[in-house]
């Protein structure tokens, strides 16, 4: 299939390029660099190297013998995607072509705006780029769990059916997000929802947890072919972060009393994920939506496994719970379905201490690029100053 990836230079995206191209797809991946550009700015970095996008795709073929092209540009210029959608004329779409980070979307006004003006204005110029150029695509965008909030009923896959008043209807399922970023993508979804409903056009919303891991297959090949894994209290994520924190000697950081609970999934079951969206593609005019995470824990309990993992290979790890610097539920119910991927064939590779060793030990291998100063949370959602 001809597979374009929207943000194909970013954590996920190098590695879903990489992925499908082994297999044998046409692969051509977009990015503006945006992501690179924003680390500059807070002053953070990815714990392993990562060489420029040009010099990726350099290698990946040395290697493999496959081409991946490259469109450089940004999806809040209609023109530039109105472009590259002419030029390469894709039969799927993966979307991953966003400002990702919760935090750094609550640092102030101008964040926030940013945050949203890029997801939901680039998303919006895809959508019509598709309808011009390929109404019959599928677009397999990355949305996220973080859409729906905590409600304290069981959270359904995109839909749920409503009795009111004698009547009943099957509704959008009711989000309650937790910060400007996770209301983007809800934004996102609405958008997408309305231009399968009214365009015939065909969409599928992965809302997808947390994901932590920092090699595939693919990223293994060499060392040039690494991907973003960031461990900072702004682009980092949870379980990433307990496994830096517990290398570097420094107490995991549960955020307040750290039973909030959250869907989790490796990456290389992402890239799983993914591709069975793609190969099943969603019916003209379907917005179709999946739970994108294989397991549920409390932070709490990550950062438990996380101590005993550190401790049988010889690491003094401490769990030191910290103010939270979020406003969000810390003890609540949290049952949300996830059946649609595997009804598909997923099949989940679970959290075991296995995985959580070879993390240990990879970070391990390059524990001299730490920067201890970047893995307390600074950004306060309520903050006082912006
Ligand atoms: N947390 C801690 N301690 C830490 C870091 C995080 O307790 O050191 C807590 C947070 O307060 C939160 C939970 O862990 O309750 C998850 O936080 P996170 O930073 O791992 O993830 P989040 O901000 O929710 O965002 C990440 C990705 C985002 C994706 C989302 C999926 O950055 O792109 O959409 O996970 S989800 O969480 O399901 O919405």
Redesign the pocket.
Same mark, same amino acid.
């Given at each position: 299939m001809k597979i374009l990836i929207l943000g194909g230079d970013g954590y996920l995206g190098w590695p879903t390029a990489m992925y499908f191209s082994r297999k044998g797809h046409e692969v051509a991946v977009v990015d503006n660099f945006n992501k690179r550009k924003w680390e500059m700015e807070q002053g953070v970095k990815p714990l392993l190297p990562i060489s420029t996008l040009h010099d990726r795709v350099g290698v990946w073929e040395k290697i493999t013998g496959k081409k991946i092209k490259m469109y450089i540009g940004d999806l809040t210029n209609e023109r530039h995607v109105q472009k590259v959608f002419e030029d390469f004329i894709p039969e799927a779409i993966v979307h991953y072509g966003e400002q990702?980070? =919760?935090?750094y979307s609550m640092i102030g006004n101008h964040s926030a705006a940013e945050t949203q003006i890029n997801n939901v204005v680039g998303t919006l110029n895809v959508l019509f780029a598709m309808k011009r150029t390929c109404p019959s695509a599928h677009l397999v965008k990355?949305?996220?769990?973080?859409?729906y909030g905590t409600p304290n009923i069981d959270i359904e896959e995109g839909y749920i059916t409503v009795n009111h008043k004698g009547r009943s209807d099957v509704m959008i399922f009711p989000k309650r997000a937790?910060?400007f %970023?996770?209301l983007s993508?809800v934004h996102d979804s609405h958008n997408i929802e309305f231009a399968c409903r009214t365009w015939g056009m065909r969409a599928t919303d992965l809302?997808?947890?947390?994901?932590y891991g920092l090699e595939t297959e693919e990223t293994k090949l060499d060392p040039k072919l690494n991907t973003s894994f960031h461990y900072d =209290?702004i682009?980092?994520? =949870?379980?990433?972060?307990?496994c830096v924190?517990a290398v570097a000697d420094l107490p995991?950081?549960? %955020?307040?009393s750290?039973g909030?609970k959250?869907?989790y999934l490796n990456i290389i079951d992402t890239l799983q994920c993914v591709e069975l969206a793609v190969l099943n593609p969603a019916d003209k005019g379907e917005f179709r939506v999946f739970n994108q995470?294989t397991e549920v824990f409390s932070?709490n309990k990550l950062a438990d496994i996380v101590k005993s993992c550190g401790e049988k290979i010889g690491l003094q790890v401490k769990i030191m719970n910290i103010p939270?610097?979020?406003k969000?539920a810390e003890d609540h119910y949290y049952n949300p379905v996830h059946t649609k991927l595997l009804d598909l064939g997923l099949e989940p590779n679970k959290l075991s201490d296995v995985l959580i060793n070879s993390m240990l030990k990879k970070i391990i291998e390059n524990k001299g690029n730490i920067v201890k100063e970047i893995l307390l949370?600074t950004i306060l959602w309520d903050q006082k100053s912006n």
């Open positions: 990702p980070s =919760a935090p990355l949305g996220t769990m973080g859409e937790g910060s %970023y996770h993508k809302n997808q947890g947390v994901v =209290a682009f980092g994520t =949870a379980l990433n972060r307990f924190q995991l950081t549960p %955020y307040g750290g909030q959250r869907g995470f932070v939270n610097p979020r969000e949370p």
